[in-house]
């Protein structure tokens, strides 16, 4: 799954994240960042094995279908911090080494007199609410199917065994 912040923000070095969940696919958006952030995983697919009896002068083809679907859309991104948010700050007046912890509510609330707050965070009785936008694109399996085909060796024609042809399915992990 890939993401990307379309409309975020970033205040004086502020970056903050957060994980979201869209149905089974998970992604992650910086709400500073506009590159795209893209994760993986895998999930491995086993059939276990079968007994086929091929008739002898035939052939047996077995064919793996993995069905993949490409989702792609856009997120609003709608977050309220309160002062259980923090984050850590090394102030440049201070020795090197000097940390505090923040809450994000009063980082933006003390700022100074002339700073302007970003137009997509707004304070809001005691928290920080922001509205943003992004969008992502996921690609993912929806089905898993083995099926068996005979033909004649000799004239390589499909070739019916037992009257049908064999198939499996697996289902999708989710």
């Known amino acids: 799954m890939t993401t990307q ?57 077995v064919k793996v279908l993995l069905e993949r679907v490409k989702d792609t859309g856009k997120v609003e991104l709608n977050a309220a911090f309160d002062n259980n948010s923090s984050f850590t700050l090394q102030y440049p007046n201070k020795p090197a080494g000097y940390l505090t912890t923040v809450g994000v509510v009063d980082y933006f609330a003390n700022a100074s007199s002339n700073y302007v707050l970003d137009g997509r965070l707004k304070l809001d009785q005691g928290k920080l609410n922001f509205n943003g936008s992004g969008e992502y694109s996921a690609e993912y399996s929806t089905g898993f199917s083995v099926g068996l085909e005979f033909f004649d060796l000799d004239t390589g024609a499909p070739k019916s065994v037992d009257g049908a042809k064999k198939s499996y399915s697996v289902p999708v992990k989710k």
């Open 5 to 61: 912040v379309t409309s975020g923000f970033n205040s004086e070095g502020v970056s903050l994240s957060a994980p979201i969940s869209l149905s089974s696919a998970n992604g992650e958006f910086n709400f500073s960042q506009a590159e795209a952030n893209t994760k993986t995983s895998q999930v491995p697919y086993n059939l276990d094995s079968q007994k086929i009896e091929v008739p002898a002068r035939t052939e047996a083809k």
